[in-house]
């Protein structure tokens, strides 16, 4: 049977973080859209050897030193890897200096936020770039990529603002986006730079729904409530900063505090492998912030002053310090990689 390129092809399932997995139908029509953007950010030729091992990382048949000797026996210039799995390769002692990634020229990464330190690490120590997607089954694409974005720390925390009004952008996935930042009490659009807002998306990329759902995911104006809070960068206003999942913001005092922005800062001090950043309820601020993280040294965790004065000498505001700090052994993770802050929200809670 002949198929429109419109019909349903594929069926994914969103990764149920915060509530029960959802079905996503999504088209062939915005698959290319999506792919030809994939493709555009790391400029792959005919000549690139791409090694793409989702989704077994997803399904944790992902195997570590498959994926190394696979990139040295097939000369692999280009692959896929999620911030956490990166991050443990470059922390795991003489791990990547008894590789050979002298092929690889870059590595597309994504769900999850990425740190300044993994990409300049990456690129410093391997001449491996990384490109950040931001992305979702439902068809939020936001790329950020050296050429773009060349520096490490604005590529990690920085996305080119597709779908603005007057801008254009090289990466073929822009053309047709329409976005909007909302706040989320006012409902009012967001016009002004460092005011957080949830990003809404509309366009060729995004899904028709979900599948056998009454969950209405779009807004009056048919925009995709995505659920994701950024800002438009007082640096530079072409461009959007991701804050966090609106779900995870921490409130203390009435402050919102973005876990995203602390765990960055953490996941690059030597002595943690894995951060999580959430609030644990208070009497008298509402929440508290508490660090869950994982020691790259379980012999000698670090201190909760000793994070502390690291996150001071970042200069990063005194409301946003860790009040809390528990040492664990992993964190909690769904089979895409994405932490469970719902777990241990009730973990601190109990």
């Known amino acids: 049977m002949k198929r429109h390129p419109s019909d349903v092809v594929t069926l994914c399932w969103t990764s149920g973080t915060e509530a029960t997995p959802k079905g996503v139908p999504r088209c062939a029509n915005g698959w290319n859209i999506i792919g030809e953007g994939c493709a555009a950010a790391p400029a792959l030729t005919a000549d690139d050897v791409i090694l793409s091992p989702f989704p077994l990382v997803n399904m944790a048949g992902f195997d570590l030193p498959t994926f190394l000797g696979q990139i040295a026996r097939e000369r692999v210039t280009y692959t896929l890897a999620p911030p956490a799995l990166l991050t443990g390769m470059l922390r795991a002692p003489g791990l990547l200096d008894a590789a050979d990634l002298s092929s690889l020229r870059v590595i597309g990464s994504g769900s999850a936020p990425l740190s300044g330190w993994l990409i300049r690490e990456s690129r410093d120590r391997f001449g491996i770039e990384i490109t950040n997607f931001f992305g979702s089954n439902e068809g939020v694409p936001l790329i950020s990529d050296q ?188 089979p895409v990689g994405k932490i469970l802050k719902r777990e241990l929200r009730e973990q601190l809670r109990g």
């Open 147 to 334: 050429h773009t974005v060349p520096d490490p720390d604005a590529r990690a925390a920085f996305f080119p603002w597709f779908g603005r009004p007057g801008l254009s952008w090289p990466n073929p996935t822009s053309a047709g986006v329409r976005t909007r930042l909302v706040d989320v009490d006012s409902g009012e659009d967001v016009t002004e730079p460092g005011r957080p807002g949830e990003l809404r998306v509309a366009g060729p990329t995004i899904f028709s729904g979900y599948w056998s759902s009454t969950t209405d995911p779009f807004d009056e104006q048919g925009f995709y409530r995505s659920g994701d809070v950024f800002e438009i960068a007082p640096e530079d206003p072409t461009m959007l900063r991701y804050v966090d999942r609106a779900r995870d913001l921490v409130v203390r005092g009435g402050m919102n505090i973005s876990p995203a922005e602390v765990e960055a800062l953490l996941v690059a001090h030597p002595a943690v492998a894995d951060a999580a950043v959430v609030g644990y309820p208070d009497d008298v601020l509402g929440e508290r912030v508490a660090a869950v993280v994982v020691p790259a040294d379980p012999g000698t965790p670090p201190t909760l002053s000793l994070l502390v004065d690291a996150l001071r000498a970042q200069r990063i505001a005194s409301y946003k310090l860790p009040e809390r700090l528990e040492v664990v052994e992993a964190l909690p993770r769904n």
